[in-house]
């Protein structure tokens, strides 16, 4: 008896021993597969929401692409009318629509609005004091035409001539000159030196090189800055002379204003028989 109690306690308490060491195995077991079975669910549901961010990203993308042609093509339809006032600023929906310009339509208004009259067929006018257009950047002729119509720079017969265009022609009469060939003007271009001032500056007077502004380099030059190469010397004086007495007061931040105040009359004439005989820089070259 008492060896079969042994025996039994024995038993009972390997047996619950093994009861006991099963369950934290089992329990380990089902900790781990729960723990799999989580990691899982999270895995799965970290994909999903994965793939849903992905996929609202993409259409969110889609729709910001989607409205920005939207806002591009209002832009060159309705935006200019209402936008465009008195008080110019280069905003990047203008930028954009200039590059709109179609140089066909901006010949065909180009002879509707009589501009050949003063400016040449092409853009080379026959005043001299009367500037030469031909080759001029598009966004300098497109604001020129609109400051002109808004009164914003002073002339009887360019207001005469633009009051009634709308910004989109102006936009095409812009590109239709850009296209045209500049003026060469002929010139001693040996043994004339270059007017400090167009390449250096001068320090003493806080004055920055003509050409850090007007480089012949369309890469360097800023978007909006005019080519001033090539242009007739009247007229290059008469509007430095016009900005320095506040005349024309058109130019952005009075930096042409600031500019010119500070020249001599001496110095505006030199530079402007420099730049008129300096070749432009052609663009495709
Ligand atoms: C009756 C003569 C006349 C007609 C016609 C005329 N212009 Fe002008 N234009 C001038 C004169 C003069 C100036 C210079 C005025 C000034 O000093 O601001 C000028 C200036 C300009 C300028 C500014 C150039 C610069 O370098 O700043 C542009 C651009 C221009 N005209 C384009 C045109 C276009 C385009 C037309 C036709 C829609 C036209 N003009 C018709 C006489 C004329
Ligand atoms: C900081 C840049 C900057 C500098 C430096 C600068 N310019 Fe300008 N200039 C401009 C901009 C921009 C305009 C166009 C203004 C406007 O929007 O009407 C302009 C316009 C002009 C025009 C009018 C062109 C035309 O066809 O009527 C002339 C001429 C000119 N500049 C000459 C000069 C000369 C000469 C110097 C050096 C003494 C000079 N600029 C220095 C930025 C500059």
Same mark, same amino acid.
């Given at each position: #008896?008492?060896?079969?109690?042994?025996?039994?306690?024995?038993?009972?308490?390997? !047996?619950?021993?093994?009861?006991? !060491?099963?369950?934290?195995? +089992?329990? #380990?077991?089902?900790?781990?597969?729960?723990? !799999?079975?989580? @990691?899982?669910?999270?895995?799965?549901?970290?994909?999903?929401? =994965?793939?849903?961010?992905?996929? $609202?990203?993409?259409?969110?993308?889609?729709?910001?692409?989607?409205?920005?042609?939207?806002?591009?093509?209002?832009?060159?339809?309705?935006?200019?009318?209402?936008?465009?006032?008195?008080?110019?600023?280069?905003?990047?929906?203008?930028?954009? @629509?200039?590059?709109?310009?179609?140089?066909?339509?901006?010949?065909?208004?180009?002879?509707?609005?009589?501009?050949?009259?003063? &400016?040449?067929?092409?853009?080379?006018?026959?005043?001299?004091?009367? *500037? +030469?257009?031909?080759?001029?950047?598009?966004?300098?002729?497109?604001?020129?035409? &609109?400051?002109?119509?808004?009164?914003?720079?002073?002339? /009887?017969?360019?207001?005469? +001539?633009?009051?009634?265009? $709308?910004?989109?022609? #102006?936009? %095409?009469?812009? !590109?239709?000159?850009?296209?045209?060939? *500049?003026?060469?003007?002929?010139?001693?271009?040996?043994? /004339? $030196?270059?007017?400090?001032?167009?390449?250096?500056?001068? /320090?003493?007077?806080?004055?920055?090189?003509?050409?850090?502004? %007007?480089?012949?380099? @369309?890469?360097?030059?800023?978007?909006?800055?005019?080519?001033?190469?090539?242009?007739?010397?009247? &007229?290059?004086?008469?509007?430095?002379?016009?900005?320095?007495?506040?005349?024309?007061?058109?130019?952005?931040?009075?930096?042409?204003? +600031?500019?010119?105040?500070?020249?001599?009359?001496?110095?505006?004439?030199?530079? =402007?028989?420099?730049? @008129?005989?300096?070749?432009?820089?052609?663009?495709?070259?």
């Amino acid at each position: #008896m008492k060896l079969t109690n042994i025996v039994l306690t024995t038993l009972l308490i390997s !047996a619950s021993q093994a009861a006991i !060491a099963q369950d934290p195995v +089992s329990q #380990m077991m089902n900790i781990m597969q729960s723990g !799999a079975n989580t @990691a899982s669910d999270i895995m799965k549901s970290g994909s999903d929401t =994965a793939s849903n961010a992905m996929n $609202s990203a993409i259409n969110t993308t889609k729709d910001a692409v989607d409205s920005g042609i939207d806002q591009v093509k209002d832009t060159t339809t309705n935006f200019f009318p209402l936008s465009i006032t008195d008080d110019f600023k280069w905003t990047a929906p203008i930028v954009m @629509a200039i590059e709109t310009g179609d140089p066909k339509k901006g010949k065909a208004l180009a002879k509707k609005n009589k501009c050949k009259k003063c &400016h040449g067929k092409t853009g080379i006018s026959d005043e001299d004091d009367t *500037p +030469s257009i031909a080759g001029q950047i598009p966004a300098y002729t497109f604001k020129q035409l &609109h400051d002109y119509k808004m009164k914003q720079r002073d002339s /009887k017969s360019m207001y005469k +001539s633009v009051k009634n265009l $709308s910004n989109q022609e #102006m936009i %095409h009469l812009a !590109a239709w000159y850009a296209t045209q060939k *500049p003026e060469v003007m002929a010139g001693d271009k040996k043994g /004339k $030196s270059i007017p400090i001032l167009a390449n250096i500056g001068d /320090k003493k007077r806080f004055l920055l090189a003509c050409d850090t502004c %007007h480089d012949e380099d @369309a890469m360097k030059r800023g978007f909006q800055t005019p080519i001033i190469e090539g242009q007739k010397p009247e &007229h290059f004086i008469e509007t430095m002379t016009a900005f320095k007495d506040g005349e024309r007061a058109n130019d952005h931040y009075k930096l042409m204003q +600031s500019i010119s105040a500070k020249l001599t009359e001496n110095e505006i004439e030199d530079l =402007a028989a420099y730049y @008129a005989t300096k070749p432009m820089k052609d663009e495709d070259d």
